[in-house]
C-alpha cells in the first residue's frame, strides 16, 4: 500500500509541478513610480539662550533683585535662512517704572554692556545681533545696569535726586523695566 501511495504523490506533485512550471505570455502593464517630496522651511529662532527649551531659545524672561544683582541675561538667534538675507537685533531697555505708575516714579539705567563692552543706542535701541552673512548661530552676553548714583543715564539724560537705586528720596515699592528685542529685516 506504501507503493501505491507513494505513486499517486508522485502523480500529484508532477501535475501540480506542471502548473506553474508554465510562464505567463502574455502584455504585463508597465512599471508604476511614486514622486517623494520633502521641504525644509526657513526658520529663525531667537530669544533668551535656554539649552533646555526645545528650539534652545526662551521668549520671556523674569529676573529677579534686579536692584541688588545687575541683570544679566545671553541673547542669541539661530537660523538655516539664507545669506542673501539680513536681520537686525534690535533691543530697546525701559527705565525701572514704579508700580503706582501714578507716583511717576523711575529708577534710571546707568549702562548696557553686550560681552562686557558698553555699547550705544542708535536711534532710541541698540543693535545687539546682525546676520549679513553666512552666520547660522550667534549669541551674546547683556548686561543692563541700574543707576545706583547721580550722573548721566544710558540715553545721556541727566539722573535726577530720586531717580537712582539707593537714592534717600527715592519712592517705596516695587519697579519693573521692560526690555523689548526685535528682529528687524534690514
Known sequence: MNKKLIALAMVLLLAV?????????GTLPGAVTATLNANIGDYLYHGFVDASAPTGFLSTKVIADAFDTDPTFEYGYKTNIS???????RMIVGDFVHEDVSTGAV???SDVTVDTVPIYPISGYYLLLSKTGAETQESVDVVISPAKAAGNDHLGVPIGASEFYG???AVAGAYTSTVTISVVAV
Open 107 to 109: 529708577i534710571k539705567i
Open 17 to 25: 509541478g506542471g502548473l506553474f512550471a508554465a510562464a505567463y505570455t
Open 83 to 89: 545669506s542673501t538675507y539680513g536681520f537686525e537685533f
Open 167 to 169: 537714592s534717600t528720596t
